[in-house]
């Protein structure tokens, strides 16, 4: 009974990641302003809160296995890291590809991209010394020890560095709604020069044309090969009116405050158009992704799980 239950698991998941792929690119519509790309969000933000639950979940067991000092959970703690590796690593090459398609490159050093390749590089250094070291309790021990600290970097890399960084191409405010995307501010007599992201954009001139408030602006493009002026506006009630594109890419340009008398400006790059998950069919698949995503990790979990502990029990008995 045991077997048929988990065989008819295994077969629905299975159909719910087909359903998922066939949902992504037949049933959600494209996103304004990023077209097709915007679809990989179905895909790209469940891998990474399956990556943060891992190893959350890695950590918990490292603790348990420093109570208990049973290798049964020692290898659940390894499992769940593995897991959180695999799902990181799917997490990073579909923003990657998201990059290539809306930025123009796949890598920016963007401070969410640079934020979770180091957290690989934390957890691959976490799988190095447990290779490293030869005595089984030993390598259990430390490996738990350095595995909790390694947990506790997780949050403010995810979560707290992107936020505080000055700027950043990550498209919050185009996906999320509510999220808060403060731009940079340049002045004519001070700071002319800024970065959105790896853009560095000077301000050139802030003027008055008719109704509207103007501001010149030079983008460098990341490699700085590729130069252009651009000039978004905003109306008498401070709402932006014209949105140029930058050269390449979906993104575009907003003026979001301007004053021609002390030469001030602040500008933004956003995606024109409503937030990515207010249509409802994109919710709903978005949200069928995080569930299917996650029981997909749990499933893997289990097996290699599995797996270790098989060994670990083995180990034992050889030891014995």
Known sequence: MAERLALIAKYTLGLAMAGIIYAMFLVVPQYVGLGEAGRI?????????VTSAAFALSAIYSIVYLRTRSPLHDASAVSAAEVGMLFCIFATVTGAIFAEVVWGTFWNWDPRETTIL?????????????????????????????????????????????????STLHPNCAFLQGSKCEGVSLDLNGAKISQLGDVVVELKAVERVGELTRAVVEVRMPGLT????????????????????????????????????????????????????????????FLASNVTFGLLALWIFRIRATILQVSARLQTTEAL
């Open 41 to 49: 969000i179905i895909v790209h933000v469940p891998t990474a809160w």
């Open 118 to 166: 180091v957290l690989l590089l934390i957890y691959a250094a976490y799988f190095a010394l447990r290779s490293s070291i030869d005595d089984g309790a030993r390598r259990r021990r430390l490996s738990a020890v350095y595995n909790i600290f390694a947990c506790v970097t997780m949050p403010f890399l995810l979560f707290v560095a992107p936020r505080v960084a000055d």
């Open 226 to 285: 590729e130069y252009a002026d651009l000039a978004p506006t905003m109306d008498s009630e401070g709402k932006a009116a014209d949105r140029p594109e930058f050269p390449g890419q979906s993104f575009r340009m907003v003026l979001i405050e301007a004053d021609p008398q002390a030469g001030t400006a602040r500008v933004n790059m956003q995606a024109p158009g409503t937030g990515l998950l207010s249509n409802q069919r994109t919710l709903w698949v």
